[in-house]
């Protein structure tokens, strides 16, 4: 079972792609936050975060991927209904 993906037992759940357009909008807040800090600390933390940005972009854009992949193979989701996965198992045990 998913704690926050969109199921069939989670119709309510986020796409993945979605959360992780939040999360790094998450992170631009917290940079703008720091961005003028420049004790060190301030400043490997707004690396770091450069650095996670980057590969949640990358991230974004491989989820993103995946669902035009399904969409054009499957069609549109029907997991915000309840509906069945369009790939792999049910998890409906």
Same mark, same amino acid.
């Given at each position: 079972?998913?704690?926050?993906?969109?199921?069939?037992?989670?119709?309510?759940?986020?796409?993945?792609?979605?959360?992780? /357009?939040?999360?790094?909008?998450?992170?631009?807040?917290?940079?703008?936050?720091?961005?003028?800090?420049?004790?060190?600390?301030?400043?490997?933390? /707004?690396?770091?975060?450069?650095?996670?940005?980057?590969?949640?972009?990358?991230?974004?854009?491989?989820?993103?991927?995946?669902?035009?992949?399904?969409?054009?193979?499957?069609?549109?989701?029907?997991?915000?209904?309840?509906?069945?996965?369009?790939?792999?198992?049910?998890?409906?045990?």
């Amino acid at each position: 079972m998913t704690h926050f993906l969109r199921s069939e037992k989670k119709p309510e759940g986020h796409k993945l792609e979605d959360l992780l /357009m939040q999360l790094r909008a998450d992170i631009l807040h917290r940079c703008e936050i720091i961005a003028s800090d420049t004790r060190p600390e301030a400043l490997h933390v /707004m690396a770091n975060n450069m650095k996670i940005l980057g590969h949640l972009s990358e991230s974004i854009a491989l989820a993103l991927d995946s669902t035009r992949v399904l969409d054009r193979a499957f069609g549109p989701s029907q997991a915000a209904q309840g509906g069945l996965p369009r790939i792999g198992k049910s998890d409906a045990a």
